[in-house]
């Protein structure tokens, strides 16, 4: 049961249904020059807001509490708006001087910044309406309440009525509105998730809170393609934008490691290289275990039945662990040839070589299927001074001829294994 607030229609509106009348336009007399977008010079964030800010948008930046949300914010409010249109930063969770500790460790001045420490939604509008602010952040929304609502802060129903109470008090007045929003494992309910269609664009900072990235992707963007993502790093001065995902994600390879091979995957329209990692050990006791680390455990399951049935390797009696390095979570099946190599060379102790990476979703007789924008990916591999790439037949891909690279096409997943462990 979700308390929601009774709407009182205003005097005179019950006599006059179906009675009013608006004006309808045709679609070719819309102007079509879209409003100014604010540009924010973290060309990340930037990018994954779909090329700026939308004045009047509402936007969610949802995660994990203790994910780097408040610091992505504090640095963008840092570097937008100024004295005139200050950034009024509204933080019910923190007090002023917990504020100020983390500005002055990202080296924020914040001269245009105005804290407010308010819970009380009604009062924190009534604040803010005589300035004009260029943007105003909510941390978190859990945190906010409406005074007409009886449930607790936090609760589905003051969630989702005071994102709309500031829904109609952005749109109006042409300011954009950041929205914090913490999603647990027990609360997802109450969390960001009710409030996905409600906001204009959903921004979730994703990654495992003890590696040192951060990724930021979009999965709603009303003003944007929501196939972008910003890769950011957890440092001392907050979160530094990664410019050149790949070259990171593979820094701390090992020299030679069976278990371990190299996975082109897209994240919007940027190809990124992971190190993949498997492990396959004998079970102890019991049923052998599948575990998945920043992949689908079920796709996993799938590969190893895959492995068993049609390349005959034994894993019916090992332990099977699969890891993504750095902390990215990747959901595209290109990454299926990587998974199901590296565990192949776990179980036969055989390590790939270190310049070959590898690209193709495997289907369940074994056979590779070609994936999507095959040649930026191989472009990208070679790139980085891969020398060899290991990819499904299917699917021409056209690739530069100034780049070095071999491809090897394989039909299915024996023969990759076969170019792969030789
Ligand atoms: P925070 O932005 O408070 O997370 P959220 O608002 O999502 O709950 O950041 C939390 C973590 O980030 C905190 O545990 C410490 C770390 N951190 C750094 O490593 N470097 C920094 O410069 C800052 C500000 C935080
Ligand atoms: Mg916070």
Not at 379 to 389: D, I, K, Q, S
Request: aromatic fraction near 4%; hydrophobic fraction near 45%.
């Amino acid at each position: 049961m979700v308390e929601t607030i009774e709407e009182r229609a205003a005097p005179g509106k019950l006599a006059s249904r179906g009675t009013g009348s608006a004006t309808l336009q045709p679609l070719p007399s819309v102007s079509p020059e879209g409003q100014q977008r604010i540009n924010v010079p973290i060309a990340e964030f930037n990018r994954v807001l779909g090329g700026g800010l939308v004045p009047g948008s509402l936007v969610l930046i949802g995660g994990d509490p203790g994910i780097g949300k408040s610091t992505l914010i504090l640095q963008a409010a840092g570097v937008l708006g100024d004295a005139q249109h200050p950034v009024v930063y509204v933080s019910a969770e923190e007090s002023a001087h917990q504020i100020k500790l983390r500005a002055d460790r990202l080296q924020v001045r914040g001269d245009n910044i105005l804290l407010l420490s308010e819970t009380n939604l009604d009062v924190i509008l009534g604040s803010i309406d005589s300035i004009t602010p260029a943007l105003v952040v909510i941390d978190s929304i859990q945190t906010v309440m409406l005074d007409e609502i009886s449930s607790a802060a936090g609760s589905v129903s003051q969630v989702r009525e005071c994102t709309s109470r500031l829904l109609q008090w952005a749109k109006p007045r042409n300011i954009p509105v950041f929205v914090i929003g913490h999603v647990t494992k027990e609360g997802t309910i109450a969390g960001p998730r009710v409030l996905e269609h409600i906001v204009d664009a959903v921004l979730y900072l994703e990654g495992e809170r003890f590696h040192q990235y951060r990724i930021l992707r979009a999965v709603k963007n009303r003003f944007g393609s929501t196939d972008e993502v910003g890769v950011f790093e957890m440092a001392d001065v907050g979160l530094r934008e990664i410019e050149n995902p790949s070259e990171a994600f593979l820094e701390e390879r090992a020299l030679i490691a069976a278990g371990s091979t190299v996975a082109v995957t897209m994240e919007g329209t940027r190809p990124i290289l992971v190190e993949v990692q498997a492990l396959a050990t004998p079970t102890a006791f019991g049923l052998p275990r599948r575990s998945a680390n920043g992949l689908d455990t079920s796709r996993l399951q799938l590969l190893v039945a895959v492995l068993q049935k049609r390349v005959g390797l034994g894993l019916g009696t090992h332990d099977v662990y699969a890891n993504v390095v750095g902390g990215l979570r990747i959901h595209e099946p290109a990454v299926d040839l990587p998974v199901a190599i590296a565990i192949a060379s776990s179980i036969r102790e055989i390590p790939v070589n270190r310049t070959v990476a590898m690209i193709g979703e495997i289907g369940l007789s074994g056979e590779l299927r070609s994936v999507n924008q095959l040649d930026r990916r191989i472009n990208e591999a070679a790139r980085l001074g891969f020398t060899r790439v290991i990819v499904p037949k299917g699917g021409g891909a056209k690739i530069d001829r100034s780049q070095a690279i071999e491809i090897v096409r394989c039909a299915n997943v024996s023969e990759a294994i076969e170019a792969a462990l030789g």
